[in-house]
């Protein structure tokens, strides 16, 4: 994965947060709790306001797309507010007919369905993924398009940066970006006597205060203090975070296009010491970590099973909507310091469109965006797509939040500040901390180089030894899972 023009990027995450305030950033949320809802969102989005919104002529090209980022079935108010989206496609552009195609990117299943023909027009997936799709040429050039539209230079350059190939072409574009941090059940802390005199939680601030802070928790309230991942890839995406606060660098890209793995660092070592400590010496895990995968995370935390889980800020409603957390019960807080330093882990959505599409079909799935109010302009329906999105969060008992833009528009930024001043639904100081951080450009880091998703699996099988091993050699283990990707690295990025 491509880090140019890092310092851009996290200049421009600062700045915008200043200016913002307080928006929102998740997709799967963008939706209306009930139908009059969608209706409205529906109407007010249907105002021409501009040549990129208008009516569409009777005698434009029939175009049928497929919306892969249709939410799934269980989320029913948010299918309500794409139900309004496809409204509102219909009175705008009644030549283009929506199909729900939920997708949820999955590297296993992915180039299967692309091969098979049977790619949705319009799909989400990570920002470790678009040099391999792009190199793989299973996802589409959408440059064309974006340039006609004036959107190239509306999207940050350093996201540019990561979904182009090296002749500067475009594949994708960003639905939104995070930052790692600590999300916490604050009935937990209470229960703990772990909240100062107005209330609000004694987070921790290093990873030892962490341990000792998870220790209280689940001695006074039974309840596990943290729940750790290591079921799958995500354990060992958490960990890389837990590893460069402990000083370690995972993977170094060289001069030459090879790779370094760094897994067996003194530093890595160090930070899956730490790890197992938590489970043999303080034993504040939930009671199987080896069952406990994202989605799990989000459940534990809000049904009250662990008290802390590294999280996000585009994943909000899971917590809350999915799991039941009160809004006045939940908080973020920074990542702790640990002896290497204090850093989140930046990354991100970006959208990307199926090879196959032809360019109608690209610029219709590019309209639908607009009218969620997922692009880089403020015409009247792309506004109305934001309060739809914000008003459905209120609903449902979603924090409306500040976002971190990956579009610098200023236009697009003042109307997000404004709908999330007008629906701002939560105590901003129980994320202060958080926004806090994650606003230095010294504190965030991209996800490690070469092939990330590899190295995430290798350190997964570490971390499954530690929680089921209480005398389990961490130092060997490491160095066998460096021995391991090295090699893939290796295999696929050979000298040039």
């Given at each position: ?89 219909a009175e705008l552009h009644p030549n283009v007919t929506c199909v729900p195609a939920y997708y949820k990117y999955s590297t296993d299943t992915f180039m299967p369905m ?212 009160a809004l006045d019960k939940f908080a973020m807080c920074p990542i702790p310091e640990g002896p290497g330093g204090q850093y989140s882990l930046y990354g991100g959505t ?132 460096n021995d391991n990707y090295q090699a893939i690295l290796d295999d696929k990025y050979p000298a040039e």
């Amino acid at each position: 994965m491509k880090k140019k023009l890092i310092s851009l990027l996290l200049c421009t995450v600062m700045a915008a947060a200043m200016l913002t305030g307080c928006g929102d950033e998740t997709t799967s949320n963008s939706s209306s709790s009930a139908n009059d809802t969608s209706s409205e969102a529906s109407a007010e989005s249907s105002v021409e306001t501009d040549e990129s919104t208008e009516e569409a002529d009777s005698t434009e090209e029939a175009v049928t797309i497929t919306l892969g980022i249709w939410p799934e079935d269980t989320l029913t108010e948010d299918i309500a507010v794409h139900e309004g989206y496809v409204a509102t496609m219909a009175e705008l552009h009644p030549n283009v007919t929506c199909v729900p195609a939920y997708y949820k990117y999955s590297t296993d299943t992915f180039m299967p369905m692309v091969e098979s023909g049977n790619c949705p027009t319009i799909f989400e997936s990570w920002f470790t993924e678009p040099q391999k799709l792009i190199s793989q040429g299973a996802i589409a050039d959408i440059t064309d398009e974006l340039e006609a539209r004036g959107w190239l230079d509306a999207m940050n350059p350093s996201i540019r940066e990561l979904l182009s190939d090296d002749n500067g072409r475009v594949y994708g574009i960003p639905r939104d970006g995070y930052a790692l941090g600590l999300m916490l059940n604050v009935e937990l802390f209470e229960e703990a006597g772990l909240v100062d005199e107005d209330g609000y939680p004694l987070y921790p601030k290093t990873w030892d205060e962490l341990a000792e802070t998870a220790k209280t928790i689940k001695e006074k309230t039974g309840f596990a203090g943290l729940c750790l991942l290591a079921k799958d890839n995500s354990g060992g995406w958490h960990f890389s975070n837990i590893a460069w606060c402990f000083g370690a660098t995972l993977c170094t890209e060289n001069a030459d296009g090879t790779f370094t793995a760094n897994l067996a660092s003194d530093e890595a070592i160090a930070a899956m010491e730490y790890v197992k400590s938590l489970k043999w010496e303080y034993d504040v895990l939930t009671a199987d970590p080896l069952n406990e995968d994202w989605g799990s995370g989000f459940t534990q935390l809000g049904t009250g099973g662990a008290a802390m889980y590294i999280g996000a800020n585009d994943a909000v409603q899971q917590p809350t909507q999915v799991n039941g957390l009160a809004l006045d019960k939940f908080a973020m807080c920074p990542i702790p310091e640990g002896p290497g330093g204090q850093y989140s882990l930046y990354g991100g959505t970006p959208y990307f469109f199926s090879k196959d599409a032809t360019s109608a079909e690209i610029n219709a799935a590019l309209d639908y965006l607009e009218i969620m109010g997922k692009a880089p302009v403020a015409t009247e329906a792309a506004v109305a797509g934001m309060k739809a999105d914000a008003e459905n969060k209120v609903a449902q008992g979603v924090p409306v939040l500040q976002r971190f833009p990956c579009w610098i528009a200023q236009d697009v930024l003042d109307a997000e500040a404004a709908v999330v001043e007008e629906y701002g639904n939560v105590d901003p100081k129980m994320f202060e901390s958080y926004f806090e951080a994650t606003a230095s450009d010294g504190n965030l880091r991209l996800e490690e180089p070469g092939e990330t998703q590899d190295m995430y699996a290798e350190l997964t099988k570490v971390l499954q030894e530690v929680i089921i091993n209480e005398n389990a050699d961490v130092a060997a283990l490491m160095q066998q899972a460096n021995d391991n990707y090295q090699a893939i690295l290796d295999d696929k990025y050979p000298a040039e």
